[in-house]
């Protein structure tokens, strides 16, 4: 019985020729040998991230507890040293307040105990209304009261000390509530970053529940207001995963901007990532509450996932969902002085 002849044609089409297979081969070394010297470049100009202990640990599951690249057990990770002195150099070039062009170096006493990590500034505001604050061994009830240079500023007996100024950026896993506590006891960012530092940090603006994405965490008053503030006009470019296939129409419809119960919405910038139109990226620096699920549902789709990739000119590179890290020098001159 004779054997029939096996059909190679299809196998001979899927290989290459031996010097073309090393000559690509070749090529791909050599690309990723050059990323591989345009990444330590680019290292090289932050200041590296110096932990407690040299101990690594494995990547858990989205959604655990996150944790820096490398830090001891039950220690908090030691947040990187910022040129100060750079810093307060760029903030004299910066246009500033008037109260700041005429001199005028005093801070409301809200804003003092807030600045010492007490509380918020709303929270400080209850403590000053009940007496609980003293300036220079007197109790101070007045709500604008200012604190000069050299004042001494006491709550329940202690000396109110700035706290240092913590940075730190997480990709934020879904089932997580976006607040600093939640009485129903749900799980909240915090949560993922309780061994970043023992200063007390808390989110700048708002990721809904099953949002997923960049969100700064910090204790600069300042920043965040600037960031959360309408006029800053903060960049934000998101991962929409629709439901069904987003139309043409829909598509001109919201890029000409569309008007929801809360008023007119314009979109910044608009684009379909995947050919079968259902992942659309979409930049907008408007920060109303649910904004991007409420365009598409407006339109009648239903927003299946959502990630936010870009914020403020912080990418999500190198940062694993429910991971964090703290802000290079670099990102925090931009965050401050050039946004």
């Not at 001891?72 to 109260?99: C, F, I, M, N, R």
């Not at 062009?101 to 709303?122: D, H, M, P, Y």
């Not at 006491?154 to 997580?176: A, F, M, R, S, T």
């Not at 600037?226 to 919201?254: C, M």
Request: charged fraction near 40%; proline fraction near 3%; aromatic fraction near 6%.
């Amino acid at each position: 019985m004779k054997k029939k002849n096996k059909d190679t044609s299809n196998k001979k089409r899927t290989f290459h020729k031996k010097d073309d297979f090393i000559a690509k081969g070749q090529k791909k070394g050599k690309f990723l040998k050059e990323r591989k010297e345009e990444r330590e470049e680019e290292e090289s100009d932050y200041p590296k991230k110096d932990f407690t202990d040299k101990k690594v640990y494995k990547r858990k599951k989205d959604g655990e507890e996150g944790k820096g690249k490398s830090f001891s057990k039950g220690k908090v990770a030691k947040a990187p040293v910022y040129d100060q002195e750079k810093l307060q150099k760029l903030a004299a070039k910066t246009q500033k307040s008037k109260s700041e062009q005429s001199g005028n170096t005093e801070t409301r006493l809200n804003k003092f105990i807030a600045n010492a990590g007490v509380c918020s500034r709303r929270e400080a505001d209850k403590l000053i209304e009940n007496g609980d604050i003293k300036v220079n061994g007197k109790v101070v009830l007045e709500m604008g009261y200012k604190v000069k240079p050299g004042d001494e500023v006491k709550y329940k007996g202690k000396v109110l000390q700035k706290e240092n100024l913590i940075y730190l950026l997480l990709n934020k896993p879904k089932d997580h509530i976006t607040t600093v506590h939640d009485p129903e006891g749900r799980k909240t960012v915090m949560n993922l970053v309780r061994k970043a530092t023992d200063e007390r940090i808390y989110p700048v603006g708002r990721l809904d529940r099953q949002t997923t994405g960049l969100l700064l965490m910090t204790n600069d008053g300042d920043l965040a207001q600037k960031l959360a503030h309408p006029s800053g006009k903060v960049k934000k470019v998101y991962q929409v995963v629709l439901d069904k296939p987003l139309t043409e129409e829909d598509f001109e419809a919201i890029q000409n901007g569309l008007t929801l119960e809360d008023g007119e919405v314009k979109v910044d910038k608009i684009a379909v990532i995947t050919p079968d139109a259902t992942i659309i990226g979409i930049e907008i620096h408007i920060g109303k509450n649910r904004i991007v699920r409420r365009i598409f549902e407006h339109l009648g789709y239903d927003v299946v996932g959502l990630d936010r990739t870009i914020y403020a000119g912080l990418t999500k590179k190198d940062l694993p969902r429910g991971k964090w890290r703290f802000l290079k020098e670099k990102e925090l001159i931009n965050l401050k002085y050039f946004l």
